[in-house]
């Protein structure tokens, strides 16, 4: 899509800064980010919306979470549950439409984690 900043991102014709890539999607920082660990995973191929996902993308969407947990681990939001119970954790989040938040039309799955001001710790 001509006018699409992750397209772009995708193709390399706008920098980002990315942790994570393969044949499927690539992970990279959210430039605003809203969390001490902010990564956003994109598809390499364009789909607006999740409400346009199909069953084509069945796959890639159960890929996205299941590496989200080795991605949050790795870039500070990892969540442990240790023998004093669990510790740590991240967020999951696809925006979707206006009414869902959404101002990228291009799907992606914020991964969210680290520190957090009311959690108590830091
Ligand atoms: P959403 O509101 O769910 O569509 O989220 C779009 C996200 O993309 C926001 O968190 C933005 O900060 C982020 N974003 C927009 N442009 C860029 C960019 N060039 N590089 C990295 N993140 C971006
Ligand atoms: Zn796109």
């Not at 605003?32 to 199909?54: C, F, G, K, Q, Y």
């Not at 023998?83 to 925006?95: E, M, R, S, V």
Request: glycine share 12%; proline share 7%.
């Amino acid at each position: 899509m001509d006018n699409c900043i992750f397209c772009k991102i995708v193709a390399g014709t706008i920098p980002s800064k990315k942790v994570f890539e393969d044949e499927d999607l690539i992970v990279f920082h959210d430039i605003n980010p809203a969390a001490p660990m902010h990564l956003l995973m994109v598809p390499r191929e364009h789909i607006a919306t999740l409400a346009d996902s199909d069953d084509r993308h069945q796959a890639l969407l159960g890929k996205m979470l299941r590496i989200a947990p080795k991605l949050a681990q790795e870039h500070g939001g990892g969540y442990q549950n240790g023998a004093d119970g669990p510790t740590g954790g991240f967020k999951t989040l696809i925006n979707t439409g206006p009414d869902g938040g959404q101002e990228v039309y291009h799907l992606h799955l914020h991964l969210m984690g680290g520190p957090r001001p009311w959690s108590g710790q830091r």
